[in-house]
Structures are given as structure tokens and as C-alpha cells.
């Protein structure tokens, strides 16, 4: 996965990671994590999963990857939702309201495969929060590492542990940056109305930005109990869905639930528009009344928006909840990878194009434009796929064109910096 971006930040006024004793000194590191009993010789592996944090999805990884900071009597969190300049986190002290703002990703963890970045070439930018690159800021999912007795006596947010996932769109203002709107996700649960227009290009959409965040995406069809039957929508959807668990379910009668509840894994994020039934799906799947829900306008079945916050909500049974309010016009961000996948079939037909650059317009020998033609392959899919497509390189291109800007600014800095030092040094001869 690419390391997610994240919206418009300033410099971090947060002190950085703890030094891993194991680097200063060179010995091996003990695996003790913060959950561990001091003196216990077990792997991390019993006391993550005794934490009372393992609810909230904290594994023998997390544990691993917590030790320094936890050396440095920081306390580990899970950044439940973030609301200018505070945020509310889970710890294994219970809910705690912790202040924060745009934090170093712990360098404690180097990238698997070094020469990833070592090829991007000098001039690259470092990935968001990564030493050297730009900090982050924590959003929903987040794991922290809180340094306690801030200002008001609130723990501070001093560092964020590198994200396994990310869900990142077009920021609202549709400027070149991405936003994030859930980290470390596992599931993505993709809401669509059974009682609505079926609109699988937003499916399609989803999907891509699902896919591109590397958690799995599945399609749940909600409110079964209002349409004589799933099977066709069933069938229409996993056709803009190749591979992807499609499944139907009513949470009002309670069919199909338990179905919904077996594709789901680890921490699961309900999307999908406004009134398609999430925070409804989201109360059958937790047994109890914690979500908000919202009627639904007559006529056009758009739903107001209800859920204003996300928040983590444990399921019963393993796994965590994370509910959304309804995505208006989500854009893709840098989603070429998401788009791939989710246009596996393309992807698949594209290699049997007789150029490699094919466009499937009017190329000779394209594999794609035949399977149109024999009715392999919905025109519909492939327009959705280009619209996708041209949507990706224009969000993309305006983010290199900003990148440009900023290398440009700051080569002129070094500049001014260089002429200013060398008139110094002469004026001191
Ligand atoms: N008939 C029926 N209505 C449902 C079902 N799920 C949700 N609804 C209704 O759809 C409306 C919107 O649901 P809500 O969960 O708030 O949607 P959200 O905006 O996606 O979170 C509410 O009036 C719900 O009662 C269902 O399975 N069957
Ligand atoms: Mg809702």
C-alpha cells in the first residue's frame, strides 16, 4: 500500500518518538510490550491479547511495535473520532479525551523493502510520516502513543503508529490532497439500498477507494425486506463487483445478518450514501441501540445525514465498529492500484490487448472493446472505468503540479539561503 497522504499541515509541535533502546545500545530488544507483566519472559502474545485494549483490536504486532514508546512511559491508544485540536481515544485506562494535532508516524519501523524509497530518488518526497516527510494527522483508527499530563492534564498525542491501512478521498475542496477518513481498517462494508436506484457506478467507486486503502471490501444490499427479491440486484452488483463477497441481508427482520456478520473481519467501516441503512446494519451487528439512525426522505430514498462522528464500537464477538456519516461525492485520491482491482476484469481482458499502451478505443487487436462487442463486458463497465480513470489522473495530476510548486519554492529558499551566506562570507573577508 502507498503511504497515505493526509490534508494540509504545518510543521509538528510535538516531540518526536522515543529513541528505541535497542538502536542506542545495539542488544536485541525485549519483547515486552505494555500489557506485559514486568519480568515475564512470554512473548507479547499473551499480554496483547489480555489487554483491555484487544476489544479495540490491539494484536501481539501492535504490542511488538509499542515497545519503545512504551519504554518511554508513553500509554498506547485508539484514536476513536478527532475534533479540532482534541480527540477522543480509547485506552486501557478506559475513554480519555486526549489533545493532539499533526504528529510524527513512528520511525520505529522501517520499511520492509528499503529500496522502495531509496528508488523514488533524491528529489522525492518522503511519504506522509515518514521521517523527514510530512506529519500526520491522527483520524479515527489511528493507534497513539499518548504522553500523559498535558496541557489541562490531558494526555497529548506525541506520536502515531504506522498505519496497516488507510482510507483516503479527495479532500473536500477538491484541492490536490487526499483526506483520511479511517485508518487501519480491515473490512470495508459497503451500504447499498435495495429500496433505492441502483447506482453501480458508486459501487465501482467505493470498491476503488476500498481496494486502494488495503483493507477487503465487501457489498452488503440493506432493507431485503422491502423488495420481493434479491437475487437480480444480487446478480447486477457482483457483476460491478468481481471477487468481492456480495451480500444481501435486512436488518429489520434480522435476515441475512448473521451472513453480513460472517463476511465481516477485524475493524469493519460501514460507507455508502445517506439512508442506505448503516447505522440500522451497524445496531444489528452490535445487538444493542448505540448508533443513531435517521428516517429517510419519501420519494427520492436520501437519507439526512444522522451520524455526525465516527466512533470505534467493539462487536460482539471480535472486531470493531466504525460507522460513517453518509459520503457525499466521495473522490478518488491516487487510487490507480484501487481502480485495478476493482476493474479486475478489465485488467485481466487488458492484458490480451495486442499494444500494452492500449487505450480500448479504437485500437486493433483490443481485447476489451471484443469482449464488449460479444457481450462479455457491459458498456456500462467500461465507461464507468474510464470516467474513473480520467477522475484518478486529474486528482493526480493536480497533486504533481502542486508537488512541482512546492519543490520549486523550495529550491528558491535554498537559493536565496546559499547567495545570502555567500555575500556574508564575503563581506567578512
Ligand atoms: N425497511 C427497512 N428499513 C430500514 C432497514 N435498515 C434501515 N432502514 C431505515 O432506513 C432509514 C435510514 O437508516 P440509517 O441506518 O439511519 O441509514 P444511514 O444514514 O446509512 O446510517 C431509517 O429510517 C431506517 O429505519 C431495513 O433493513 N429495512
Ligand atoms: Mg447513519
Same mark, same amino acid.
Given at each position: 500500500m502507498r503511504s497515505p497522504p493526509c490534508a494540509a499541515l504545518g510543521p509538528s509541535s510535538f516531540p518526536g518518538p522515543p529513541a528505541d533502546p535497542s538502536r542506542l545500545t545495539?542488544?536485541? *530488544?525485549? #519483547?515486552? @510490550?505494555?500489557?506485559? *507483566? !514486568?519480568?515475564?519472559?512470554?512473548?507479547p502474545s499473551a499480554s496483547a491479547g489480555s489487554s483491555p485494549l484487544a476489544a479495540y483490536g490491539w494484536d501481539d504486532a501492535l504490542d511488538n511495535a509499542f515497545i519503545s514508546y512504551g519504554a518511554a512511559g508513553l500509554i498506547p491508544a485508539r484514536v476513536a473520532a478527532v475534533d479540532r485540536g482534541l480527540c477522543d481515544v480509547v485506552t486501557g485506562q478506559g475513554p480519555m479525551r486526549a489533545v493532539t494535532g499533526p504528529v510524527p508516524a513512528s520511525p520505529a519501523d522501517p520499511p520492509a523493502d528499503p529500496s522502495a524509497h531509496s528508488s523514488a530518488g533524491l528529489f522525492s518526497d518522503p511519504p506522509a %510520516? $515518514?521521517? %523527514?516527510g510530512p506529519p500526520l494527522v491522527p483520524c479515527t483508527g489511528d493507534w497513539a502513543a499518548l504522553r500523559p +499530563? +498535558?496541557? @489541562?492534564?490531558r494526555p497529548v498525542v506525541a506520536a502515531l503508529l504506522p498505519r496497516r491501512t488507510a482510507i483516503v478521498r479527495s479532500s473536500a475542496s477538491r484541492d490536490s490532497r487526499g483526506q483520511v477518513l479511517? $485508518?487501519?481498517?480491515d473490512t470495508v462494508a459497503i451500504t447499498v439500498s435495495?429500496?433505492? #436506484?441502483?447506482?453501480l457506478g458508486r459501487v465501482e467507486r467505493l470498491l476503488a477507494l476500498a481496494f486502494e486503502s488495503g483493507a477487503r471490501p465487501v457489498v452488503v444490499l440493506t !432493507?431485503?425486506? *422491502?423488495?420481493? +427479491?434479491t437475487a437480480g440486484a444480487e446478480a447486477r452488483v457482483a457483476e460491478a463487483a468481481p471477487g468481492v463477497d456480495v451480500v444481501a441481508c435486512s436488518a429489520a427482520s434480522g435476515g441475512g445478518v448473521g451472513a453480513v456478520r460472517a463476511a465481516l473481519h477485524g475493524t469493519v467501516v460501514l460507507v455508502g450514501p445517506? %439512508?442506505?441503512g448503516k447505522s440500522t446494519l451497524g445496531n444489528a451487528l452490535l445487538g444493542r441501540d448505540a448508533l443513531a439512525t435517521g428516517a429517510v426522505r419519501a420519494g427520492d430514498g436520501k437519507g439526512r445525514h444522522t451520524t455526525v462522528r465516527r466512533e470505534l464500537l467493539p462487536l460482539p464477538g471480535g472486531g470493531v465498529l466504525i460507522d460513517t456519516p453518509g459520503?457525499? @461525492?466521495?473522490g478518488l485520491f491516487e487510487a490507480a492500484d484501487g481502480l485495478e482491482r476493482a476493474f479486475a476484469d478489465i485488467t485481466e481482458l487488458a492484458a490480451?490487448? *495486442?499494444? %500494452?499502451?492500449? $487505450?480500448?478505443?479504437?485500437?486493433?487487436?483490443c481485447a476489451v472493446l471484443a469482449a464488449v462487442e460479444d457481450g462479455t463486458l457491459p458498456r456500462r463497465r467500461l465507461d464507468s472505468h474510464r470516467k474513473l480513470q480520467r477522475e484518478n489522473d486529474w486528482i493526480a495530476s493536480r497533486a504533481d503540479a502542486r508537488l512541482d510548486a512546492e519543490r520549486r519554492a523550495r529550491s528558491k529558499e535554498i537559493s536565496r539561503w546559499q547567495r545570502r551566506m555567500y555575500r556574508e562570507r564575503g563581506r567578512g573577508r
Open positions: 545495539g542488544r536485541t *530488544r525485549t #519483547r515486552r @510490550g505494555p500489557f506485559s *507483566r !514486568k519480568g515475564s519472559k512470554t512473548l %510520516g $515518514a521521517p %523527514g +499530563g +498535558g496541557p @489541562g492534564g479511517a $485508518a487501519n481498517v435495495l429500496d433505492a #436506484r441502483l447506482d !432493507k431485503a425486506d *422491502r423488495v420481493p +427479491g445517506s %439512508g442506505s459520503l457525499r @461525492g466521495v490480451d490487448c *495486442r499494444f %500494452g499502451d492500449c $487505450a480500448h478505443r479504437t485500437e486493433p487487436g
